[in-house]
């Protein structure tokens, strides 16, 4: 039986010439590491080669497959996770963001990045063709919605959009064929059940917290308010604003900008931005908080929701964010971000304003004259 083999040690000058290099390499590379990681990037190409200071945007989408531009060129192949992305090494200025994809409503955005920070954003994409499941009083055997009363599929109701599941239709108006739909019944009685005041609806006296607590938030008795997620929507007026109720370590990072000049902020976010900030703290309707020189920030406790000139008849939360909102105007039902940096986006969801709208069980739906129909945010199989 052959000795097994054995690799002799290296000789003792050989293991400090190793040591002693890797140690240079080491202390080569470091500081090169912590440069990088604090932001600094070498301009390479640039007339002058020069170490320069560089932020990053995170970028969070809701599709998967969604393209992500930043100044109009694509990012590729930095995901963090699914529907996330980290664009690191930008200079500081103002860069704009769009989000888009094949069948989706294109979100746009300019937003401004600072040396050695992340600025923080989430899009959203809706489809650009109505996304609905239409639900009928009658409905075929495999659970299919019966239309009845219709010669051909253009004459449909919603023949605007497109259906997430299969539908079949008859000429005949007969329902011996056809069983009933439980689901048809159950919301009849619920729509039946809505009792909506008139607006604008009128608000009893508020007040204002110290701007010095830890706790933003400002008291209401609006007669029609939205809350979730220490957010809360309500109505002043003719506007609907969106108020933030909970501790300042958990408040979103969109209520918040870098503290700056209002000059800078007007310039970097919008003039709506900084007149929000500039008011005086004892006249104001909205709590501000300075969130001190570790994080450099102030922040509000309330966004105005732009209505687009058009008069709200309704709003909710989009199901399952509290960032979106659903908003019933004159033109028709929209999905808009609370987050109103630069501007705030507008999707339209549903382009007939003729309609009632409520959330239910987690479900967007619609009554449209005879029939009702649930609202999909995602692309139809």
Known sequence: MSAAYHMPPLERRHRTVFFYLLLFIFLCVMPLLILYANGYRFQLFSEEPVLVLTGALYIATQVDDSQIFVDDKPVQNTRFF???????GLLPGIHQVHVQGEGLQTWVKNLPVYEQMVTEVA???IPEIPQVRPIT????LDGQPVFLGYES?????????SSTVSVTYSPQIATSSWEKNPEFTFLTERFTELDRPAWP?????RFRFATTSPQLGIATTATSTVLQNN???????????AEYRGTLRSIPYYFCVPSAPLAQIASHYGQHVADALGVDPAAATTTLFERGSWFGQTCRSEIR??????TVHWFDFVPGSRDLVLLQLDTGLYVTEIDDRSWQNHQLLYPNPDITVIVEGGQVIVQDGDYFA???LELGS
Request: hydrophobic share 45%; glycine share 4%; no cysteine.
């Open 374 to 376: 649930e609202l999909s």
């Open 231 to 241: 957010i809360a929507l309500l109505r002043r007026g003719d506007e609907v604003v």
């Open 305 to 310: 929701l732009d209505r687009k000139g058009q």
């Open 82 to 88: 699914r529907r996330a992305t980290y664009v690191q």
């Open 153 to 161: 599929v253009v004459e449909l109701p919603f023949a605007f959009a």
């Open 137 to 140: 009083s009658y409905r075929s």
């Open 201 to 205: 609806v009128e608000e009893l006296p």
């Open 123 to 125: 899009a959203f994409t």
